[in-house]
């Protein structure tokens, strides 16, 4: 991500941060309807996903990133508990409860290890008002599909897929996303996102944290795990 796309970024969660409450990050009060319909109110946020971890903005006007806030626990006023598992897997973090920077650090290691194409980009972005926002490359449900010669030939694709998962006993990644995994990348590379996956130990794979890019291939968009 360039400079200029940055500081712009920066300067769109500042006024959205200026016109919201983000003082209290904890996902019980950021996963109700109220408080995610105040948030896209701000004229400046088109939607919002709320998971376990952290708050997904979808900005008006942005095709190429969404911005990423990460909750601090659970609860509401009267008990918070407060996240502390981000910190468990091998995977070095300054805090135990910011899954967004385990996240970004989880792709700088993909970074280093040569699998970055199998995962949305995930970096900082900035700190406001004490908050951290990080900023991730925005993803697509839709997938072109496959197209085969003969229904033997999608046959002989999920056998391979089958006798590929049969290989990597424990693989965090079902059946079919092997199939699609293959089909995209090749077994080769595959296997090194199964490598790299073990070695750092996230997990929490379910069919909503994957996307598809522009290019229509399949990846990671949320990949922080949960351990809290």
């Known amino acids: 991500m360039n400079v200029e796309t940055k500081l712009r970024l920066t300067e769109i969660m500042k006024d959205i941060l200026a016109s919201v409450d983000f003082e209290d990050m904890y996902c019980d009060d950021y996963d109700s309807e109220g ?3 105040e948030i ?7 939607d919002i996903a709320c998971g376990a971890s952290k708050a997904v903005l979808f900005l008006d006007g942005e095709d190429d990133y969404v911005i990423k806030v990460p909750f601090y626990g659970y609860g509401g006023e009267d008990e918070v508990i407060w996240f502390n598992g981000a910190n468990l897997y091998d995977v070095a973090v300054e805090t135990d409860w910011n899954y967004c920077e385990l996240e970004s650090e989880v792709y700088n290691l993909a970074l280093e290890t040569g699998v970055e ?7 900082f972005l900035c700190s406001i008002n004490d908050i951290p926002v990080y900023v991730s ?5 839709v997938t072109k599909g496959y197209d ?5 030939a999608e046959e002989e694709n999920w056998r391979r897929a089958v006798n590929f998962v049969k ?5 965090p990644f079902s059946t079919e996303y092997i199939d699609t995994l293959i089909r995209g990348y090749g077994e080769e590379k595959v296997q090194k996102l199964i490598d790299f996956v073990s070695s ?3 997990s929490d794979f379910h069919p909503g944290n994957w996307g598809y890019d522009k ?3 399949i990846r990671l968009l949320d990949y922080s795990g949960y351990s809290s």
């Open 137 to 141: 490359e925005k993803m697509d449900n």
């Open 117 to 123: 194409e199998f995962f949305a980009s995930t970096e």
């Open 200 to 202: 750092v130990g996230i």
């Open 167 to 171: 290989g990597n006993k424990g693989t």
């Open 148 to 152: 085969y010669s003969s229904p033997e």
């Open 215 to 217: 290019n229509y291939r």
């Open 35 to 37: 408080h995610c319909n």
């Open 40 to 46: 896209i109110s701000s004229h400046l946020v088109r």
